[in-house]
């Protein structure tokens, strides 16, 4: 079992930058991939960023590519999404997940946040 809770979210200007962190409970948090996902009002929730349970790979959607940065550390039971160059469409609840291997489709998670808010104004 494992319960994830995320921080870090606000309100931030065009082009500025917020880092939201997941931290998990459990002690095999370091044996799970881990995700973001986000949901803008509206919209269904998609995905975002993933990365193995050893950090040695990474993924993300084509719309976040080059301005965010997933991240984790293991001995924190931490998980790290760095958001640069923050766009008005990215606005969104962001919800980190976990799962038993890296994937980009939201039924291959098993456990999920209960997300933070992500306001960015133009």
């Known amino acids: 079992q494992v319960q994830l809770v995320e921080s870090g979210g606000g309100l931030v200007q065009a082009g500025g930058s917020l880092r939201l962190s997941c931290a998990a409970s459990?002690?095999?948090?370091?044996?799970?991939?881990m995700g973001w996902f986000r949901q803008a009002p509206g919209k269904e929730r998609e995905f975002v960023a993933t990365?193995?349970?050893?950090?040695?790979?990474?993924s993300y959607a084509d719309s976040v590519k080059g301005r965010f940065t997933i991240s984790r550390d293991n001995a924190k039971n931490t998980v790290y999404l760095q958001m640069n160059s923050l766009k008005p469409e990215d606005t969104a609840v962001y919800y980190c997940a976990a799962a038993i291997s890296i994937g980009m489709v939201q039924y291959e998670y098993d456990y999920w946040g209960q997300g933070t808010q992500v306001t960015v104004s133009s």
């Open positions: 459990g002690r095999t948090f370091s044996s799970y991939a």
């Open positions: 990365i193995t349970w050893s950090g040695g790979s990474t």
